[in-house]
């Protein structure tokens, strides 16, 4: 069992920034591809980043790649998602997930959520 526990978000002004991070605990977080998604009122939720085992390997969507970087810290058992010039479409609560891989789309373990909203 995983448990993953996001925080960071807020309120921010369009044009600002955010860094998300999701503690990870219970098993070998090191083992764990780690990806982050995010859903906005009454839309299906949507992958953001997901981060290989390592770290060397990242991947995002390509309409936020230049705004969002995810990474991670397997010390410290922590994900980030950073997140600048942000846009009020941004807006959404952001979740992180830990699962085996390799699928980017499937995870075994959820996070509670952390609300970011953006405002214009």
């Known amino acids: 069992q995983v448990k993953l526990v996001e925080s960071g978000g807020g309120l921010v002004q369009a044009g600002g920034s955010l860094r998300l991070s999701c503690a990870a605990s219970g098993r070998t977080f090191s083992n764990y591809l780690m990806g982050w998604f995010r859903q906005a009122p009454g839309k299906e939720r949507e992958f953001v980043a997901a981060?290989?085992?390592?770290?060397?390997?990242?991947y995002s969507v390509d309409s936020l790649k230049g705004r969002f970087t995810i990474s991670r810290d397997n010390a410290k058992n922590t994900v980030y998602l950073q997140m600048n010039s942000l846009k009020p479409e941004d807006t959404a609560v952001y979740y992180c997930?830990?699962?085996?891989?390799?699928?980017?789309?499937?995870?075994?373990?959820w996070g509670q959520g952390t609300q970011v909203t953006v405002s214009s």
């Open positions: 997930a830990a699962g085996g891989g390799p699928d980017l789309y499937d995870y075994d373990y």
């Open positions: 981060i290989s085992w390592s770290g060397s390997s990242t």
